[in-house]
């Protein structure tokens, strides 16, 4: 079952042969940054404004900016995230220790530091509404502490 893994700059650590990178260097990786308000723009192609958001900066909104920048992916190109399918993921986010070898995407882990890999994986590997379910697994979460 793919995962989630940690990219690794220690001497000696390899990219896995079964892993893909989905860093910000990549297509795949998150434009946008924990203090983003967001991008947009209209279907004419010009910038619009955006409403500052009422809730403080997190990692949690940037992940929710990455989800909508992703279903817009989607809907332009279906199979965008498709090369990803049955790779694990790498990403410079990190894991704990419990997970340090690979956090399967669906495991909510309080421990781990959001990524917006979990995201990418779930698309690529199953099917839409366990996206959603995975959403609101993590709502709920964010809500309980």
Same mark, same amino acid.
């Given at each position: 079952? *793919?995962?989630?893994? $940690? @990219? %690794? #700059?220690?001497? %000696?650590? #390899?990219? *896995?042969?079964?892993?893909? $990178?989905v860093d910000r260097s990549t297509r795949y990786g998150n434009p946008y940054g924990p203090k983003q308000i967001g991008i947009c723009v209209t279907s004419w192609g010009y910038p619009a404004p955006i409403l500052p958001l009422r809730e403080p900066p997190s990692l949690e909104r940037a992940l929710d900016l990455y989800t909508a920048h992703a279903h817009t992916q989607l /809907?332009? &190109? *279906?199979?965008?995230?498709e090369p990803l399918r %049955?790779?694990?993921l790498g990403c410079w986010c990190k894991l704990c220790e419990r997970h340090k070898h690979g956090k399967p995407f669906l495991e909510n882990c309080p421990d781990c530091a959001p990524c917006h890999a979990d995201i990418v994986g779930i698309i690529a590997n199953f099917e #839409? %509404? &366990?996206l959603a379910v995975? @959403? /609101?697994r993590r709502?709920?979460? /964010?809500a309980s502490k």
């Open positions: 079952m *793919p995962k989630r893994i $940690k @990219l %690794g #700059r220690t001497k %000696g650590w #390899r990219m *896995p042969t079964n892993a893909k $990178k /809907e332009h &190109d *279906p199979d965008f995230f %049955g790779y694990d #839409r %509404g &366990d995975a @959403l /609101e709502n709920i979460d /964010e």
